[in-house]
């Protein structure tokens, strides 16, 4: 279990002298659950060939250098793509036609090595409603490799769930394939000769639609893989990211909030900032309200 809850808070008063409240504060005393939704870094981990892999060194480790009165210190260094892991994908990460959204010139925004106006570093932190949509729950099974969600199974998993997608959300679609992500066999996940389930064009139509703020996934490049073919074609990415404006969260783990249908939460996601790139490893996290916590008139921790 990867979640966690609020800690018990200290020993003082709940209201402000001034006699206000902040609405905020009183649910997380009330208490709250934290699901994380990122996936674990670590070597060899599952990941799109085209970007650098991730790496992971102690250049100092314990005992290398020790101080007078027997203190030790060890550090890291990290060598990985932007888009690598979990990871946000920022508006500077695609051009259509050599055009990036808002009709800038591709070539020329990324003059002297960064994008200025479309980079990570421009997401502002996210706190935002959060809708899961869990489409093997209403096809009845994983979708299949190579499926691709079409808008009539994203109504159908509003319709089921009760949680309609609206403007400025952040839409979550589960098409169960993030159960391979621990797999052995490392390229099952990345699915090159099998395909891998995601929604295309006409799906990633009915998001920029809906007007969502952000739309993420549990597989590795958001969208349909179709068989055989990787990443050939990507036509979500242009809808989402050149047409629409729309921030994509790829490699995202939505297994447990699935299982415990969580459908709707506070999603909480900040960005590196890291000038100019053109994405960023994130830690997503999805937040409701802890209701044993109610029950028992108290914080677990």
């Known amino acids: 279990m990867r979640t966690t809850e609020a800690s018990a808070a200290p020993d003082i008063p709940d209201t402000p002298v001034d006699g206000s409240s902040d609405p905020l504060l009183d649910a997380v005393r009330a208490?709250?659950?934290?699901?994380?939704?990122?996936?674990?870094?670590?070597?060899?981990?599952?990941?799109?060939?085209?970007?650098?892999?991730?790496?992971?060194?102690?250049?100092?480790?314990?005992?290398?250098?020790?101080?007078?009165?027997?203190?030790?210190?060890?550090?890291?260094?990290?060598?990985?793509?932007?888009?690598v892991g979990t990871h946000i994908d920022a508006l500077a990460h695609v051009s259509?036609?050599?055009?990036?959204?808002?009709?800038?010139?591709?070539?020329?925004?990324?003059?002297?090595?960064?994008?200025?106006?479309?980079?990570?570093?421009?997401?502002?932190?996210m706190m935002r409603r959060g809708v899961l949509l869990d489409v093997p729950a209403v096809l009845g099974e994983h979708c299949p490799p190579g499926y691709e969600i079409t808008p009539e199974d994203l109504d159908a998993a509003e319709r089921a769930q009760g949680t309609p997608v609206?403007?400025?959300?952040?839409?979550?679609?589960?098409?169960?394939?993030?159960?391979?992500?621990?797999?052995?066999?490392?390229?099952?996940?990345?699915?090159?000769?099998?395909?891998?389930?995601?929604?295309?064009?006409?799906?990633?139509?009915?998001?920029?639609?809906?007007?969502?703020?952000?739309?993420?996934?549990?597989t590795i490049a958001f969208e349909r893989l179709a068989p055989g073919q990787g990443h050939a074609?990507?036509?979500?990415?242009?809808?989402?990211?050149?047409?629409?404006?729309?921030?994509?969260v790829e490699t995202m783990n939505l297994e447990?909030?699935?299982?415990?249908?969580?459908?709707?939460?506070?999603?909480?996601?900040?960005?590196?900032?890291?000038y100019g790139a053109t994405g960023s490893p994130v830690r997503p996290l999805a937040v409701v309200p802890d209701h044993r916590a109610s029950a028992t008139g108290g914080h677990h921790g």
Do not use: K
């Open 31 to 83: 208490g709250v659950r934290v699901y994380d939704l990122g996936r674990r870094l670590t070597i060899g981990m599952p990941q799109s060939p085209n970007h650098p892999a991730y790496w992971h060194t102690l250049p100092r480790r314990h005992g290398d250098a020790v101080r007078g009165d027997g203190g030790s210190a060890a550090n890291d260094m990290l060598v990985m793509g932007t888009h």
């Open 96 to 125: 259509q036609d050599g055009r990036l959204h808002g009709g800038a010139d591709a070539v020329e925004a990324g003059t002297g090595g960064r994008y200025a106006e479309l980079g990570v570093h421009t997401i502002a932190p």
């Open 166 to 218: 609206r403007e400025g959300d952040v839409a979550l679609i589960r098409s169960g394939w993030g159960r391979h992500f621990d797999d052995p066999d490392r390229t099952v996940y990345m699915g090159a000769e099998s395909g891998v389930p995601g929604v295309g064009e006409a799906g990633a139509r009915w998001l920029a639609e809906r007007r969502v703020h952000a739309a993420g996934s549990d």
């Open 233 to 248: 074609l990507l036509p979500a990415h242009r809808v989402l990211l050149v047409e629409a404006g729309i921030y994509l």
């Open 256 to 274: 447990e909030v699935a299982a415990e249908r969580v459908h709707e939460c506070t999603f909480v996601l900040a960005p590196l900032p890291l």
